[in-house]
T-cell receptor, first 112, second 111 residues
Framework: DQQVKQNSPSLSVQEGRISILNCDYTNSMFDYFLWYKKYPAEGPTFLISISSIKDKNEDGRFTVFLNKSAKHLSLHIVPSQPGDSAVYFCAAATGGDYKLSFGAGTTVTVRA | DTGVSQNPRHKITKRGQNVTFRCDPISEHNRLYWYRQTLGQGPEFLTYFQNEAQLEKSRLLSDRFSAERPKGSFSTLEIQRTEQGDSAMYLC?????????FGEGSWLTVV
């Protein structure tokens, strides 16, 4: 039972433009959401997170938006850079245990 | 380097053999997690510890899998009688508050 879904397996974007990654979840008990970036053969690297009491969180080039009524979140990367080419995972957790449920990932390719 | 450390990074083993992975979390992180990731999928939760107590185990963790965190510091994940379906990347993560940091993973190939 996939509780976190990333329906776009891949995204190609030109350098300097905006990358928008989407994530949907089904479990209304999720109250904390994270985005991770992963290069091949490496572990996930934490990018940004958001609590359910907020609808936006920004950190440098990364902004996460949360729409609780739609059970949807998105990650915006502006401007996109070649080093952003990687797999991006959306993850969600409930309560205080921070046991994460992950989506299947979106592969981002930034074109020069 | 004060990140989450895992070893070995790669392990190739014959079916039926036992393997053990070690995870050293970020110092003073009281929570430690194990996940498994296969190609094309996101990481899947296996188990987690708060200090030395194992608080939850996923149903993915069959009886052949055992994890320990004896002194609330490093942790080991042992897989007994490995099967080809165990081939995956095993990820360890640790947290103190609400940010979870992952190690670089241990690749297991069962032949």
């Amino acid at each position: 039972d996939q509780q976190v879904k990333q329906n776009s397996p891949s995204l190609s974007v030109q350098e300097g433009r905006i990358s928008i990654l989407n994530c949907d979840y089904t479990n209304s008990m999720f109250d904390y959401f994270l985005w991770y970036k992963k290069y091949p053969a490496e572990g996930p690297t934490f990018l940004i997170s958001i609590s359910s009491i907020k609808d936006k969180n920004e950190d440098g080039r990364f902004t996460v938006f949360l729409n609780k009524s739609a059970k949807h979140l998105s990650l915006h990367i502006v401007p996109s850079q070649p080093g952003d080419s990687a797999v991006y995972f959306c993850a969600a957790a409930t309560g205080g245990d921070y046991k994460l449920s992950f989506g299947a990932g979106t592969t981002v390719t930034v074109r020069a | 380097d004060t990140g989450v450390s895992q070893n070995p990074r790669h392990k190739i083993t014959k079916r039926g053999q036992n393997v053990t992975f070690r995870c050293d979390p970020i110092s003073e992180h009281n929570r430690l997690y194990w996940y498994r990731q296969t190609l094309g999928q996101g990481p899947e939760f296996l188990t987690y510890f708060q200090n030395e107590a194992q608080l939850e185990k996923s149903r993915l963790l069959s009886d052949r899998f055992s994890a320990e965190r004896p002194k609330g510091s490093f942790s080991t994940l042992e897989i007994q009688r490995t099967e080809q379906g165990d081939s995956a990347m095993y990820l360890c993560a640790s947290s103190q508050a609400n940010t979870i940091y992952f190690g670089e993973g241990s690749w297991l190939t069962v032949v």
